[in-house]
């Protein structure tokens, strides 16, 4: 079976925009933090496709992994693309070219792939069977699929401070009326299983913010992601909060950022599994 293309659907609202704040989340991320269970597989040859690749900050770690092997990049937002083949070129990464698609539709031929890669993508894809339908045919016999995805109820701040987790409870509600999956992570096993992978190895680690300046970054980035104009009027949108209740988090969250010890941590579930020979 080739490639083909599927009927067009109206596409699901991605529930982190593309906001400066949250670019600066991304750029963040490195193949070294994010994708660590996958660099030990990797070697230079090897092909490899980057679902969901945003800006490519993770991609860059991986084309350097691979070269001369290819890295192909994918991500349903052209500005991401743009940003992703610049920082391409100015790293010099000639092995890696990005292009725009779709997880559950690749433009890419049966059988073609020794790696596919994703890090925080199909929590936010309704149809997860869909996209690691997709995934599983461009894989070649024996090729790996590695991702890493969030355990929205595994996160913390500390100190607690009053209600705080409740902004962090209406997140993963909002993700899910998105048509999301908050516990990702932690079903990750489960899936892969029911999609027909093999050699299925799972682990959990953190994303944590720790040092001051990434206490002081992280307020900055959900004081201006989870409060914009746009965050608040989904969230009002799906009734899952009030603008009293948005108000009250955001001087919780000033209390947090103000307290000695502060620190918050966000577990992710990570796999690699195999494609059946």
């Known amino acids: 079976m080739t490639h083909h293309n599927n009927p067009a659907s109206p596409a699901p609202a991605y529930t982190m925009g593309y906001n400066d704040e949250f670019q600066e989340l991304l750029a963040r991320r490195n193949a070294e933090t994010c994708a660590a269970h996958l660099l030990p597989h990797l070697g230079p040859g090897l092909r490899v496709l980057d679902f969901g690749c945003g800006p490519g900050t993770i991609s860059m770690g991986l084309a350097k992994a691979v070269a001369p ?17 610049s920082a391409a070129a ?68 500390e100190p607690e401070v009053e209600d705080l987790s409740g902004a962090m409870e209406t997140f ?39 040092e001051t300046e990434d206490v002081l970054f992280f307020h900055g980035f959900a004081s201006s992601w989870f409060f914009a104009p746009e965050t608040m009027d989904m969230i009002e949108k799906h009734g899952l909060a009030s603008r009293e209740q948005l108000d009250d988090w955001r001087r919780m969250l000033d209390a947090w950022r103000d307290a000695p010890g502060a620190m918050a941590a966000f577990a992710f579930g990570e796999a690699t599994a195999r494609k059946p020979h």
């Open 69 to 85: 092997g290819e890295l192909y990049g994918i991500d349903m937002e052209a500005s991401q693309i743009e940003m992703a083949r």
């Open 172 to 210: 993963l509600k909002l993700l899910r009326a998105n048509g999301g999956h908050p516990r990702m992570g932690c079903e990750l096993k489960r899936i892969l299983l029911e999609a027909g992978f093999s050699d299925i190895r799972a682990g959990a680690s953190f994303e944590s913010f720790t």
């Open 90 to 157: 100015a790293g010099g990464h000639a092995n890696a070219s990005f292009r725009t698609g779709d997880a559950t539709d690749l433009p890419f031929e049966d059988d073609s792939f020794d790696i596919a890669h994703c890090h925080a993508v199909l929590m936010h894809v309704p149809d997860t069977q869909a996209a690691l339908a997709e995934v599983k045919r461009v894989l070649k016999p024996g090729g790996m699929l590695s991702t890493r995805e969030m355990i929205g109820n595994a996160t913390f701040f």
